[in-house]
């Protein structure tokens, strides 16, 4: 039995702020990046709030963070305008006077200048900054990042948009932290498996995980698939030897570890084995092609889609007969594999791929209910289908059906 020792966590939260998350307006996207982030350093948030733009909830949040962490982040409210008061208020918590920065003023001047526009007075505020601080660049935007020191602890400022927080924790934030803290991140293994439920994996594994000691396993379910999300000290051998033994219980159902994507997955095996692809979608409307030309270079292999959604579209470009459609259905196993191979014919691919179901909440039948869809896959030496019975919303059905399809294409180019 393997025994694994416990380490020493740094105390570090998150403050999220803005009034346009708090009603929903707009959705929180930078506490998930953040915390996974961080937690890959081996300091995951302790606590993450969210709070208004009201200058005295801002200042009680960070002054009730400051008492209990070590590390304190806070996202949003650096931009110019009146209801962004972030640097003020950490500024009043930390006793710091505000200085113009010359250099960000002038980063802001040129921007305006560039755009042929008048410069705002509020550009100003946007160059006021706490005295001592660490300014990060913003290599895609204006609103810098800022670290100030408070003793041996560190509040670190990030702009909302993502795009922008994204670029300076990657470039400005992790070098402060690998050279300020002794960081001893967990190692963790993820395994990204589809077309089986959380529970049924749990059963699978549940045998293999006692025989370790002090592990910490997460099971992340989503309408793409469930991830399983392994914790532990970074030790090389105890990595393989764990990996071996889930992939053994697994097998059929991994499309992937770690950071991995379907569609990257399926991109790599294309390029290898230098394989083309179309796709004729009717119930995904685009879903199959959207998440294949998400990986650049995806032109390589992948040579077009259309969304075959009317049976007079189906029998256009998608090539399916008029009988098929009379006698089986537009949602049949005998449609999507003449959708695979008509795509196939007409965009001269390796690989076709036809997709048609019931997304709901109409349009079932005794026969076929809501949630049905059927996969075809058609290549030069196989034709093969899948029948899946969804459930959820009309968008949880329609995205389910996507990754089964992608799943599916998967397997079949492995087995080529």
């Known amino acids: 039995m393997l025994i694994l020792s416990k380490k020493i966590m740094l105390n570090t939260y998150l403050i999220v702020i803005g009034d346009e998350i708090l009603s929903g307006r707009t959705q929180d996207t930078n506490s998930h990046y953040i915390g996974r982030r ?3 350093l081996g300091i995951a948030p302790k606590s993450i709030i ?3 733009d009201e200058k005295q909830v801002i200042e009680q949040a960070i002054t009730s963070m400051l008492e209990q962490g070590d590390i304190i982040f806070v996202c949003g409210g650096l931009g110019p305008t009146p209801d962004d008061n972030t640097i003020i208020c950490v500024a009043n918590v930390l006793k710091r006077k505000l200085i113009l920065d010359e250099t960000i003023l002038g980063r802001v001047e040129k921007y305006f200048a560039k755009q042929g526009r008048p410069i705002p007075e509020l550009a100003t505020k946007q160059a006021l900054i706490p005295q001592g601080a660490i300014i990060l660049d913003n290599p895609v935007g204006q609103a810098p990042g800022i670290i100030l020191k408070h003793g041996k602890k560190s509040v670190i400022l990030l702009p909302g948009v993502p795009i922008e927080l994204e670029k300076i924790f990657e470039t400005g934030v992790l070098p402060f932290l690998h050279d300020n ?10 395994i990204r498996t589809t077309n089986i439920p959380e529970m049924e994996i749990v059963d699978k594994i549940s045998g293999a995980l006692k025989n370790y000691k002090q592990i910490s396993v997460a099971y992340l379910p989503s309408t793409f698939g469930v991830d399983v999300k392994i914790s532990y000290i970074k030790d090389k051998k105890i990595h393989t030897q764990l990996e071996k033994e889930l992939t053994t219980r697994l097998k059929q159902y991994i499309y992937g570890h770690n950071q991995e994507t379907i569609e990257g997955v399926i991109g790599n095996l294309c390029r290898k084995k ?17 998440k294949v030309t998400d990986v650049p270079g995806s032109s390589e292999y992948f040579i077009g889609g259309v969304i075959v959604y ?3 579209v189906k029998k256009l470009f998608g090539g399916v007969k008029d009988e098929t459609l009379k006698k089986f259905g537009a ?15 007409r965009f ?3 690989i076709g791929i036809g997709v048609s179901g019931i997304a709901g909440p109409t349009g079932a039948t005794e026969k076929k209910p809501v949630g049905i869809v059927y996969i075809g896959i058609v290549t030069k030496k196989a034709r093969n289908y899948e029948e899946h019975n969804f459930s959820g919303t009309r968008r949880m059905i329609k995205e389910k059906a996507a990754m089964a399809a992608l799943d599916l294409l998967r397997r079949t180019i492995k087995e080529l």
Request: charged share 25%.
């Open 181 to 190: 803290y002794s960081l001893k991140p967990d190692f963790t293994l993820t």
């Open 38 to 40: 961080l937690e890959e």
């Open 274 to 290: 230098r394989l083309t692809l179309s796709v004729a979608e009717s119930c995904t409307g685009g879903l199959v092609a959207d």
């Open 331 to 345: 949602v049949s196993k005998e449609t999507v594999l003449e959708l695979a191979a008509g795509i196939r014919e």
């Open 310 to 312: 009317s049976n007079k």
């Open 348 to 350: 001269n691919t390796d």
């Open 50 to 52: 969210t709070i208004g």
